[in-house]
């Protein structure tokens, strides 16, 4: 198994070995190929986001070109694949944005969790909050209260689902025992997939 220089996986397996094994050997690795992926972004030299013109930013894992416009008001919108940030002059972009996807990560977070919680009947969730978390993407309590990774809005949708009914499953088996795993994939079957593709790209939401 190796990362080709245009970031490709590349594996070379026996002809006949069986695609369940494959996916279950790629798993297994996860923690091995996000490191050599970050490695990678950052020999890149990838550049922090500045918040300008033209500057590509991550919506539900759409990339989106972000373009600023000097208003009376300032606020957010999306159109012709573009994040227009509307702002007052000499006010900061950065902070215009990051309220905006705190917003837009808290209305469809509880969206999403009571949605799932009805379909599954999992236990009433009290309270589903979103805050800026470095290290994970979501926790829920013994008080049955949710909280997700705001920058986790910049996913793709599967794997926001994957995080959402995790942070479910919780409900029930607090801890990660036979009995969380079991249910995870009972609601869940992709969880595995959905899990190393989110761990593999995350770097590049948390930014």
Known sequence: MKIRNDGILQLNVPM??????????IISKYSWLQKKYIENYNSQNHKPLVFEDGEVHLYFGKEYC???????????EIKNDKIIVFHRKNSIVKNILNRWYRQQ????FNKR????AKNYDFPSVKKVTV???????????SRSEITYNIHLIKA????IDY?????????IHPNHGVGFYQLQSQVNPDWKKQKY???IQGYRYIN
Not at 131 to 141: E, L
Not at 163 to 171: A, F, G, Q, T, Y
């Open 66 to 76: 972000l373009q600023l416009i000097v208003s009376t008001q300032s606020f957010v």
């Open 163 to 171: 995080v959402v009914l995790h942070e479910l499953c919780h409900l």
């Open 105 to 108: 990560a808290l209305d469809f």
């Open 131 to 141: 805050r800026n978390m470095k290290a994970r993407w979501g926790s829920c309590n």
């Open 16 to 25: 006949k070995t069986k695609l369940e094994v494959i996916e279950e050997f």
């Open 156 to 159: 793709p949708l599967e794997n």
């Open 197 to 199: 593709i989110l761990n």
């Open 113 to 116: 969790t009571h949605h799932f």
